[in-house]
């Protein structure tokens, strides 16, 4: 898919969530750098259950809106 090539273009490593809560909390516990989804899904998530301590940063990838999920204070957000 888009999403995994996306990660290997940050020469990042994949993993699967069950669903959307699952891959903040792990963003927010340290677990994973970063979440990638749909940037529309993202948002709207954070937005009706917020995480404290992350932020979603919004791009484009061939027509597509992406986001990543990440902590506040993640150096990738820099790079984003």
């Known amino acids: 898919s888009t999403g995994?090539?996306?990660?290997k273009?940050?020469?990042?490593?994949?993993?699967?969530?069950s669903n959307i809560s699952e891959?903040?909390?792990m963003v927010r516990e340290g677990k994973v750098d970063a979440f990638l989804s749909d940037?529309?899904?993202l948002q709207y998530n954070l937005k009706d259950n917020?995480?404290?301590?992350?932020?979603?940063?919004?791009?484009y990838e061939d027509k597509d809106n992406y986001g990543f999920c990440v902590a506040?204070?993640?150096?990738?957000?820099?790079?984003?």
Do not use: A, C, S, W
């Open 4 to 7: 995994e090539e996306i990660v």
């Open 9 to 17: 273009n940050y020469n990042g490593l994949l993993y699967t969530v």
């Open 23 to 25: 891959g903040f909390q």
């Open 39 to 41: 940037y529309p899904i």
């Open 50 to 59: 917020p995480v404290e301590g992350t932020e979603v940063v919004q791009f």
């Open 72 to 80: 506040y204070k993640n150096p990738l957000l820099l790079k984003l």
